[in-house]
């Protein structure tokens, strides 16, 4: 048990909030260790401390609550957690059985300092429950969102797969026809956010996620933001919201009224990441990165990698214009351009590989490069060309 969980173990608290005096919790202590001498499982402390009558039903609750909001236990009502499999900027991810529905869901826990904070805590319930009403098979379905024991959570579709972050990082870039194909349907996810008045704001490839079928989900809408048509100009002004690496100008300027074009531009720096196996704008800080955003020219992914095609290469520039009017204007629109670039390559826009390198689309520098073959020796390539016009004759060579 750490410093700061024993600080807030159920005896501490309840001594502290003077429910019981010292002496009784040692005597309620006492019965947990000789139930157990026995070898059976004993109540938890806020049950013999109930049952001795030291305290009500309605001081364990408080307790309880206090331990939630400090962060004490993760004891959601309905859910049972089974681990922790994540973090963020705004608390943890728990894999858990939501028992009701006898189902293994994820949920996201709000951190104990964000919680203390009402304003935040208001928002983040009303844009989760705006997040919660999507229902697109490209997005991570919401289930249930609410407050238990003092924490704020919110309970989502578990998918048991890799992030694109990870599956890039492990294997190299994705060949053009696989980015594509990824990259479309995240579009089809951010064309139903869009229909539904919301703004994701964290596009990256760490949420993105691979299904064992190999369907995309985008998830961590976390840091979504529900706009009201016609209202953009409320938008309350706040800090930079999103990731350095890949955050849009008009992100890292904390604009208010971000729109969707500003998701256009997240994303055209995953599929960057995705055909390069490198950020747009590589930085030693968050700080640097945003600042590389608004005022570096972008170095075109053609250049890092050449193997990329030359409409490819066209479409994440213009993805990731820095001035928003420039870009694809809407996920639809977007869409649609990706679509017609994964029909149209194959001819000459296409550089074949050989069949091992079918699967990646490495930069030149990385190993597995295909090889050019040798051209044949002059004496080889005039008979070579002999023997083709004779067989186009009909002909026979006459040997010498």
Do not use: W
């Amino acid at each position: 048990m750490t410093k700061n969980q024993d600080k807030l173990s159920f005896g501490k608290l309840a001594v502290q909030l003077e429910f019981v005096t010292r002496e009784q919790l040692a005597e309620c202590t006492k019965i947990q260790r000789k139930i157990k001498e026995l070898g059976v499982e004993p109540k938890k402390l806020g049950e013999v401390l109930l049952d001795k009558g030291y305290v009500t039903e309605k001081q364990v609750n408080h307790i309880f609550r206090v331990q939630g909001v400090k962060g004490g236990h993760t004891q959601i009502t309905g859910y049972k957690v089974i681990s922790r499999i994540g973090q963020g900027s705004m608390g943890y991810v728990y894999k858990a059985l939501q028992i009701s529905m006898d189902r293994i869901v994820a949920i996201k826990i709000l951190s104990p300092k964000l919680g203390q904070n009402e304003k935040f805590v208001e928002r983040f319930l009303r844009e989760a429950r705006s997040v919660a009403r999507l229902n697109h098979p490209n997005i991570i379905q919401g289930i249930d969102v609410g407050e238990s024991n003092g924490i704020y959570y919110f309970a989502m579709e578990y998918i048991d797969g890799p992030t694109i972050d990870k599956v890039i990082k492990k294997n190299g870039p994705l060949n053009e026809k696989k980015a594509l194909k990824v990259m479309i349907q995240v579009a089809r996810a951010l064309e139903h956010a869009h229909k539904n008045n919301l703004v994701h704001r964290d596009i990256k490839p760490d949420n993105i996620m691979l299904t064992q079928t190999g369907m995309i989900k985008l998830c961590d809408l976390g840091l979504a933001k529900l706009v009201e048509p016609g209202n953009e100009s409320k938008v309350e002004k706040r800090g930079a919201m999103g990731t350095p690496a890949y955050i849009s100008p008009e992100q890292a300027r904390g604009e208010k009224g971000v729109d969707i074009r500003s998701d256009i531009y997240s994303l055209g720096a995953t599929f960057y990441f995705t055909v390069v196996g490198a950020v747009p704008f590589p930085s030693n800080s968050g700080t640097e990165a945003m600042a590389k955003h608004l005022t570096e020219p972008l170095t075109p992914p053609k250049q890092k990698n050449p193997r990329i095609s030359e409409a490819v290469n066209h479409v994440i520039v213009s993805m990731m214009d820095k001035q928003k009017e420039n870009r694809p204007q809407t996920p639809s629109a977007l869409k649609k351009i990706l679509e017609e670039t994964l029909t149209g390559l194959g001819k000459a826009d296409v550089i074949t590989l050989e069949p091992e390198q079918l699967n990646e689309n490495r930069p030149p520098h990385l190993p597995g490069r295909p090889r050019l073959r040798k051209p044949l020796p002059r004496t080889k390539l005039r008979r070579f060309r002999t023997l083709r016009a004779l067989h186009r004759k009909g002909g026979r060579l006459k040997r010498r």
